[in-house]
């Protein structure tokens, strides 16, 4: 049983009715893409975050790619992962210090003393956004309450709050304006907002939040420097230098979270992370090569919760070897399927 639940932007949840099975993309136990035939006359808004249980289980949380009501018989929907959707977001030059702490730099909320790499996600103003307006004023149109923005209660320079004033020309510098259809800052340096970051807090809101990092307090003894290029592949280089398997946890909350542990095997004899099942959703092979010593391996349908963490509790790591993980991707890794693919992996891989 797969139900989908939208959220539309002025928190009406609808649930559409579904008229075949949808089609997945990559897994079924965690999707990055959704698409879905659906009966007319939902009620949902395409601008609304959406939800996909199957018995029980989140298997999908983020958004609306696509919403195509063009047919007579039914509307089509295309539904993105939160993760889909952060691996969209672009960046903008910043510099982390020497002595950051892991945490600091991959955060999702603000305050701070860095502006962390999830935030800079869900809330950075595209930098090309601002004009100028009078002396050290810069302002967006159609910025204002009632626009793309909505009412902004918080705004940051880089890692520091401007103030909320309501009679901008004589304000001082680290203020910013928002009227109904306009938005004004002036920097605390009195520059152009191009030379900083100028974040709204969760404007875009991909809903991915940091979640539980197991070093999260090391720190980097170099700086390290973002660009202006996709965000996504600098958090998972980050989460990779600290030695970390890094994974998306969706809550009842209505978030994602991002964790990433350096545990293989984390748990006990008594309560494994294995979640892979012999003969049922994997295949587990051990070989002996002539020359080379043991080969291992297990293939598994979905690496969703961590490929290394649900195996560790089925291979042997008391063996000193080469740990080389991969996915292969199918649509949809069943039964003779599996027991196929299996097959050609093992062969490939040795």
Same mark, same amino acid.
């Given at each position: ?7 539309? !932007? ?20 965690? !999707? ?14 395409? $601008? ?48 982390? +210090? ?27 103003? +595209? ?41 901008? +020309?004589?304000? !001082? ?30 404007? =875009? ?27 996504? +592949? ?17 809550? =009842? ?42 080969? $291992? ?10 490929? /290394? ?9 008391? /063996? ?29 891989? $040795?």
């Amino acid at each position: 049983m797969i139900e989908i639940t939208v959220t539309n !932007p002025d928190g009406l949840t609808v649930c559409p009715v579904l008229v075949e099975r949808p089609e997945f993309d990559e897994y079924l136990d965690k !999707p990055r893409r959704l698409v879905a035939k659906i009966e007319k006359g939902s009620g949902l808004d395409p $601008q609304g975050t959406i939800q996909v249980d199957r018995r029980g289980k989140i298997i999908l949380l983020g958004h609306i790619k696509q919403f195509d009501q063009s047919r007579q018989e039914y509307d089509r929907l295309v539904l993105d992962s939160a993760e889909a959707l952060l691996a969209e977001r672009i960046g903008q030059f910043y510099r982390y +210090p020497a002595g950051t702490m892991l945490n600091s730099m991959l955060a999702s909320e603000m305050g701070g003393s860095v502006v962390g790499l999830l935030a800079m996600a869900n809330g950075l103003i +595209p930098r090309g956004a601002w004009k100028p307006l009078s002396g050290a004023w810069y302002w967006i149109e159609g910025g204002g309450s009632s626009g793309r923005f909505g009412p902004i209660t918080t705004l940051y320079q880089d890692h520091r709050p401007l103030t909320k004033v309501i009679d901008w +020309p004589a304000s !001082p510098a680290g203020s910013f304006y928002q009227d109904a259809s306009n938005l004004a800052i002036r920097c605390f340096d009195d520059r152009s907002p191009d030379y900083h970051l100028i974040i709204a807090p969760n404007f =875009k809101d991909t809903l991915v939040r940091l979640g539980t990092i197991s070093t999260g307090t090391t720190t980097f003894s170099v700086c390290y420097e973002v660009g202006a290029n996709t965000i996504f +592949p600098a958090i998972k280089a980050l989460i990779l230098a600290g030695g970390l398997e890094w994974t998306i946890r969706y809550e =009842k909350d209505g978030y994602a979270y991002l964790d990433a542990s350096a545990i293989v095997g984390k748990g006990s004899a008594s309560a494994p992370v294995a979640t892979y099942i012999e003969g049922k959703n994997a295949e587990i092979t051990v070989d002996q090569m002539d020359g080379l010593g043991k080969l $291992q391996a297990l293939l598994g349908q979905g690496a969703g919760s961590g490929m /290394t963490q649900q195996c560790s509790a089925a291979l042997d790591f008391t /063996t000193l070897g080469v740990w080389r993980e991969g996915v292969y991707r199918s649509g949809g890794l069943f039964g003779s399927m599996l027991d196929g693919a299996t097959e050609k992996v093992f062969s490939d891989c $040795q």
